[in-house]
């Protein structure tokens, strides 16, 4: 991830920022990092085998949709989604942190479904 970051321009060549991992990844493995001197970004990776019970493969490339679904969203309304900021075509991207928001389905799970949350997201 650090290596993505550096060849990205996100990270000094000699910056090793601590990587939180956040929690709630089934397909992806996603790391909120800390540049120095700059604002938090979190990084998104692709899983080739995601975290279920059965085996469940599925392409890397799929970050690519979501990547070019995230910059579609933003040039058509701006602030719709996290602004993407580098990208590759193995699997990885990085955004921006939109800060602690709730985790959706945790909430849901939880048994906290608020509707006018939900007309937000929506």
């Known amino acids: 991830m650090q290596a993505f970051l550096r060849a990205s321009g996100l990270l000094a060549a000699d910056e090793a920022p601590a990587a939180e991992a956040l929690a709630g990844g089934v397909s992806s493995d996603i790391w909120r990092v800390r540049p120095r001197g700059g604002a938090p970004i979190v990084v998104k990776q692709a899983l080739a085998r995601l975290r279920v019970a059965q085996v469940w493969e599925a392409p890397v490339e799929r970050n690519r949709f979501e990547w070019r ?44 479904a608020d509707p006018a949350f939900a007309a937000r997201v929506g």
């Open 69 to 112: 679904w995230m910059e579609a969203a933003c040039a058509a309304v701006p602030g719709a989604a996290p602004r993407v900021l580098a990208h590759d075509e193995a699997g990885v991207f990085a955004m921006e942190d939109l800060g602690g928001l709730p985790l959706w389905k945790a909430e849901l799970r939880d048994g906290r």
